[in-house]
């Protein structure tokens, strides 16, 4: 008789991961929701992480070892040929899922044919396991989230679950560094995303995460991530564009009427297509400008407030006014 296959492959990708992966592998095992298998890819670990991944004898684990260290975008493309499941739901080797986290991923799953990526909610721990925050990226709007990963990645790598056929159809992961936000924006460009309200994660800082090790790398990552999406949106090659969607967003090097023109297009470009809530669009920005103006906008600070089709009467504040005011009457005497 043919195996049945699982619904979920659990997709690990570990290296040097000694000191935390026997508590990652755990998580999975005392999940709540059964139908899976752990697929492991061993990235020609030297220390004794493989030692450990056969130490645990349970059969829905499947490992994967390659013969040398081929990298982090390497190894977890292995999930693009190995994962047997329907849906791929992703681990890091020093993190920990919550017991109920497959089963809240999975049913969201069966509610909604048209998800095509699901997340949630991870507290922070530090290197002994102990909770010392929130991560406040995960936005469970799924019309405003669409949004701010323009911007920004709104989703926690080690919490995310993905159809297989979608994650196959993108080609899986083809940025180094910034690999899971290129992926995200990709999806999100043609299928349903979303994030959950409950917790289902537990993410570990400690001095190794890639973002700490490589952050300037990830950083010249993501201003060729934001060209392509921008080529996406219909937008030829601008650098200064690329930088207005990336953190710090108010550069100094970039004028205030390129952010003006940029934010104006988004506006306008979505009106006609309707591809993103126009009314929480149009807020975002608004917001967004009058930051940008309050930092750049010197004695003309109060004329670009009203700019249109940015300027949003309903949302504007009298605060917010007030201050342009001020802004720009204290730049024109500094200037005099």
């Not at 130490?55 to 190894?75: A, E, H, P, V």
């Not at 044919?113 to 949630?120: D, I, T």
């Not at 608004?286 to 089709?309: A, C, D, R």
């Amino acid at each position: 008789m043919k195996k049945k296959q699982p619904l979920v492959t659990v997709f690990m990708a570990a290296y040097n991961a000694e000191r935390y992966i026997a508590e990652a592998i755990k998580s999975i095992l005392n999940q709540t929701f059964t139908d899976y298998e752990l697929l492991i890819a061993n990235d020609g670990s030297t220390d004794k992480t493989l030692e450990i991944i056969n130490n645990f004898q349970d059969k829905r684990i499947r490992i994967i070892s390659n013969d040398t260290n081929r990298g982090l975008l390497y190894t977890r493309n292995v999930a693009l040929k190995e994962a047997k499941g329907k849906l791929i739901a992703i681990m890091d080797s020093d993190d920990f899922s919550l017991p109920d986290r497959l089963l809240v991923q999975v049913t969201a799953f069966k509610k909604d044919p048209s998800l095509a990526l699901y997340g949630g909610q991870a507290k922070v721990i530090d290197e002994d396991g102990k909770e010392i925050g929130i991560i406040q990226e995960s936005e469970t709007c799924p019309e405003l989230l669409k949004i701010k990963l323009l911007f920004q990645n709104t989703f926690v790598h080690s919490s995310m679950m993905i159809r297989t056929a979608v994650f196959k159809e993108m080609g899986g992961y083809q940025e180094p560094f910034a690999e899971d936000y290129d992926l995200f924006l990709r999806i999100a460009h043609r299928y349903r995303v979303a994030n959950s309200k409950e917790f289902i994660v537990l993410y570990r800082s400690h001095g190794d995460n890639v973002s700490n090790t490589v952050g300037e790398k990830i950083m010249q990552q993501l201003l060729p991530i934001k060209g392509k999406l921008l080529a996406r949106l219909g937008y030829v090659p601008d650098p200064d564009f690329e930088k207005i969607l990336t953190n710090p967003y108010i550069w100094p090097d970039v004028p205030v009427e390129k952010y003006k023109i940029l934010y104006t297009s988004l506006i306008i470009q979505n009106r006609r297509s309707h591809i993103l809530n126009p009314a929480l669009l149009e807020n975002y920005i608004f917001q967004k400008w009058y930051e940008v103006i309050m930092m750049k906008g010197g004695i003309n600070t109060v004329v670009l407030f009203f700019s249109n089709p940015i300027f949003q009467r309903e949302l504007a504040t009298f605060k917010q006014v007030r201050k342009t005011f001020k802004r720009s009457i204290k730049k024109l005497f500094i200037r005099k």
